[in-house]
Each structure stands twice: as structure tokens, then as C-alpha cells.
């Protein structure tokens, strides 16, 4: 199961191990329990703090292998085999089933070992989700922390009869004592967030004694990043408040045009976008969510978030970023996460052998169809314009594909379902008017973005489309307050470009200070 590398490098992470750890995996006569016996075989054969017990089927799913401090009960366990990108996840519950302590932040972790009542989590996985192994490792962590608390991770591609039973289209998807909680990435605090029934007073106590901030910047993309970083460059007190460090880059794959690095993954480049910020004295408040800014009547900057509380700042800088663009068409959000998703690389693998539709015709909408197609059976692309604003490399590989067709001029009108899943959609051909059936599975939606300033309405200047208009450093309609990034009226939404703003508005924010 474990190339020579891979075993090398467990071999050194256990030797990490400070207490004996027990295996137990339940079998039978299937490939893949025959395959995580012998995975369990090789941790086993590598560490003498390790014992593993192999017992035939049980009644549970199987094939499992469960994770315990040895003489204690299982609360940690692998349904499927732990590979892929949840390989990760499988050392993080073996190291901290064994004494080594987690990296999270102290505060959570507190919070976590304090639930005093039975939580029992089940997450389905695909081993090609790079979202998934947020929330494994998340709920694994609560179980090795709290006895009150299980945690169960569920290949469903070892055990796609609970998929389709469940309806399972997308992945991540959590439940909590047999009740769906959630989909999407989400990292400990958030579940906490879910299941603690005073988090947001928690919260809005922690926060409400912090001392005014010089740059407070609202957001933790790449904009937000690199506007902390010059700031506390300048040795003024700088704050970052954000819904999840990294932003959207957390959902992004393959980036190949971030300069001076030939390849890199999304979620990589944001956890060292978050280390670089941690390296100087910056107040990082994360899993927060802001619904107001104002003027204090002190003459500071007033960030009002969703919990109540209020942090004060003398400049603010506005970096939210943007998400996906909504189609806007009937039956879109009925079968959301029921065959209309977003991410090809975590959700692909649940339409194998299914025809599926891609909407747009950008970047990201030829990059997803190239993936699908060597998943599903094939891939019809829908573009709005009459040519496509793909890449040309990118446009050849997928023409070259045989399970890729791409229409242009195709407008989508609807999404239909039927039992709670998607069947088809209908969309229009622009030139003669005339509708037609698709019959798909799964509907990617790629129409780009829309910017996150719902809360800033009335509050700034902001384009018809709901962007930030700002000049040329970075300042917004009112003194003091700036943006920068995919929210802004910059031309172009590119990671490169956020950062490059997100300086620019810090130092415009500096120069702000300075002249006032």
C-alpha cells in the first residue's frame, strides 16, 4: 500500500508517537478490506507502540480500521481506506491518538474538550477532495480531545450505497447523530460554531476588550494577506478578521501563473499565505463574519461582525473577496449540493460514468471540463457568448478530448430534478431561440464571480455590479476606509493582482495615517 517514500516519512512521524496507540480493523473477503489490512499491516510493522487486532465482519461497515489510545475505546474511525488526501488525516489521528499534541489553536481545542454533551459525526469523503481532509481532520481531533464525541470518516466510493441512499452529490457532507449539518470545507471552528450552542457569545466576549487597531483589513485572501503583512511591516497594530483564512483560494486546485512558482495548490499557497502573516504581530481573527461598517462617534473606524461584537480601527481595509456567481434560474438552489456544485476536483468523482454539464466557458469552466472528462462519461460546456474566453491552450486540450463538446451562445433556464436529485437542464440557443433537454447528472457551475458587499450597501460607493470603487491607492468613497482585491473595481481577478492591491491599499492606509 506505502511506496518506499511514504513509508519513510510515517516511519519518522511515528516515531513522534508518546503513548501506545491500538489498531483495529474489521474485514472480509473484499479488495479493499484486504487492502487496509494491509496498510494497518505496515503502520503496525513500524512502530512497537503500535498493536493491531483484525476481526471479520461485525454488522458494521467494513471495511474500518478505528484509532485508539491503547485500553481505550475507539472514537476514531476510517470507513474505506485512508489514502489519497486523507492520508494526512490517517497520521494526524494516529499521532494524536498517541499523545502528540494537535497545532490548533489552543482556544478551540479548550472549546472542543469542554462539549458536555453525545456528539456522534459521520463525513463523507472522496479520496480526491482536497476540501475533505479539513473536516476529517477536524472531528477527529474533538474525539481524541472529548469522550463525548465520535468521529467517522466515510469513503464513498468504498461504500456508494449509503451515497445513493442518502443522495450524497457533494463533498464534504457532515452529519451530526444521523442528521446532515452541512457540506463544503469547513475547518474546526466552524463545526464548533455549528454544535456549540454558545459560541457566538464566546466569541463576542473574546473579542469585545480588543484595543483599537491602526489597520483593522476585513478578509484573509490574498488581498487581505499581503495588505496585513505591509502594514505590520510599518510596526503599526495591524488586525486581520476573516470568514476562513485563504479565502477562495482555499477551493482552488492547480494554479500555474503565480509568478516564480511553476505549480502550486490552493489550499498550500493560503496555509503559507497564513504562516507569513503569523510571522509578525498581527491579531488573525478567524471564522468571523462581518455585518456592518460605520463611523464611530470617537472618529475611529466601527467593523461590526455577526455575533455582536465591535472592533474599532483608525483605517480600514475592505478585502472579501468574491464567490461563485449564482445562474439565477429555477431549480439552481432547490438542487444545490443535489447535482448543481461547484468543484470538479471534490465532487467529479461522485458523477463517474454520468454525463454532466459545465456552465461557462472561461479558465475555470474549460479547467473543470479537462478534469471531468477523464472521470464521467462526457461533458457538455455551456458558454453564454459566442466565443470563449478560455485560454486557447486550454480550449485545444479540451477539443481534443473525445467526451468534451462545447456550445456557445447556450443561455441555461433551468435546472430539473427528480427524487432530490438532478436530471437534466434546459437551456436555449441564443441565435434561433429554440430550447433544448440536456440530460445530465451533475451541473458545474463556473460563471465567475460576485463580489462578497451585501453589507455595504448604502454604506460606500460600489459599481451596479456591486464592486468597491477606489483610486488608484486603494482609497474607497470615504477617508480612512480602502480595499483591495477581487471586491474592488481592479480589472482583472487574479491572485497575483489581489495581492499586488492588498499592498497597495496598506500602504495607501499608512500614508492615510501619517497625513492625518
Known amino acids: 500500500m506505502l511506496d518506499a517514500n511514504m513509508k519513510q516519512q510515517l516511519d519518522a512521524y511515528l516515531q ?71 492520508f494526512t488525516s490517517l497520521v494526524l489521528a494516529l499521532l494524536q491518538a498517541g499523545g502528540y499534541p494537535s497545532k490548533e489553536e489552543q482556544n478551540l481545542q479548550d472549546e472542543a474538550a469542554a462539549l458536555n454533551k453525545e456528539l456522534n459525526f459521520e463525513v463523507y469523503v472522496s479520496l480526491s477532495c482536497h476540501n475533505c481532509p479539513d473536516v476529517v481532520q477536524a472531528i477527529n481531533l474533538m474525539a481524541v480531545l472529548n469522550p463525548n464525541v465520535t468521529a467517522t470518516m466515510i469513503d464513498g466510493g ?72 505591509y502594514a505590520a511591516r510599518k510596526g ?42 503569523k510571522e509578525y504581530n498581527v491579531d488573525i481573527m478567524n471564522s468571523q463574519q462581518v455585518s456592518a461598517l460605520r463611523e464611530g462617534s470617537d472618529g475611529l473606524k466601527e467593523v461590526e461582525l455577526a455575533n455582536g461584537a465591535v472592533l474599532k480601527s483608525k483605517t480600514v481595509i475592505l478585502a472579501t473577496g468574491a464567490r461563485w456567481r449564482d445562474m439565477n434560474v429555477p431549480g439552481e438552489t432547490e438542487y444545490r449540493t443535489k447535482g448543481v456544485t461547484y468543484c470538479p476536483h471534490c465532487d467529479g468523482p461522485l458523477f463517474k460514468g454520468k454525463p454532466v454539464a459545465v456552465i461557462g466557458g472561461g479558465n475555470s469552466g474549460i479547467e473543470a471540463a479537462i478534469d471531468l472528462a477523464g472521470i464521467v462519461d462526457k461533458v457538455t460546456v455551456l458558454e453564454f457568448a459566442d466565443t470563449l474566453r478560455a485560454d486557447a491552450v486550454l480550449v485545444k486540450k479540451a477539443e481534443s478530448m473525445g467526451n468534451v463538446t462545447i456550445i456557445k451562445e447556450a443561455q441555461t433556464t433551468e435546472v430539473v430534478g427528480d427524487n432530490g436529485k438532478v436530471t437534466s437542464l434546459t437551456y436555449k440557443d441564443r441565435k434561433t431561440e429554440e430550447m433544448t433537454s440536456l440530460d445530465v447528472a451533475g451541473i458545474f457551475v463556473q460563471i465567475g464571480l460576485v463580489p462578497n458587499t451585501e453589507f455595504l450597501k448604502g454604506t460606500l460607493e460600489l459599481t451596479p455590479r456591486g464592486e468597491i470603487v477606489i483610486d488608484n491607492h486603494g482609497q474607497t468613497s470615504i477617508p480612512g476606509v480602502f480595499a483591495a482585491g477581487d471586491v474592488t473595481t481592479a480589472a482583472y481577478k487574479q491572485i497575483i493582482i489581489s495581492m499586488g492591491s492588498g499592498a497597495t491599499a496598506a500602504l495607501g492606509a499608512f500614508d492615510y495615517m501619517i497625513r492625518n
Open 16 to 86: 513522534r508517537l508518546v503513548n501506545p496507540i491500538a489498531l483495529t480493523v474489521a474485514s472480509d473477503d473484499s479488495p479493499k478490506a484486504k487492502e487496509l489490512v494491509e496498510l494497518a499491516q505496515e503502520i503496525d510493522s513500524l512502530n512497537d507502540k503500535i498493536s493491531l487486532t483484525v476481526t471479520g465482519a461485525d454488522g458494521g461497515r467494513v471495511p474500518r480500521m478505528e484509532v485508539a489510545p491503547q485500553g481505550e475505546k475507539a472514537r476514531v474511525t476510517f470507513a474505506g481506506i485512508p489514502m489519497g488526501h486523507e
Open 236 to 277: 503599526i497594530r495591524t488586525g486581520v478578521v476573516s470568514e476562513r483564512f485563504g479565502g477562495q483560494v482555499l477551493d482552488t486546485l492547480a494554479i500555474e501563473n503565480f509568478i516564480s512558482v511553476k505549480e502550486t495548490q490552493g489550499p498550500q499557497l493560503a496555509a503559507a499565505l497564513e504562516e507569513h502573516v
Open 158 to 229: 468504498v461504500f456508494p450505497q449509503e451515497v445513493e441512499e442518502k443522495g450524497i452529490m457533494a463533498v464534504p457532507t457532515l452529519y451530526l447523530n444521523g442528521e446532515e449539518i452541512g457540506s463544503g470545507r469547513m475547518t474546526l471552528a466552524d463545526i464548533l460554531h455549528k454544535v456549540d450552542d454558545d459560541a457566538d457569545a464566546k466569541a463576542a466576549a473574546a473579542l469585545a476588550g480588543k484595543e483599537a487597531y491602526d489597520v483593522l483589513v476585513v478578509g484573509g485572501g490574498p488581498a487581505g494577506a499581503s495588505a496585513a503583512i
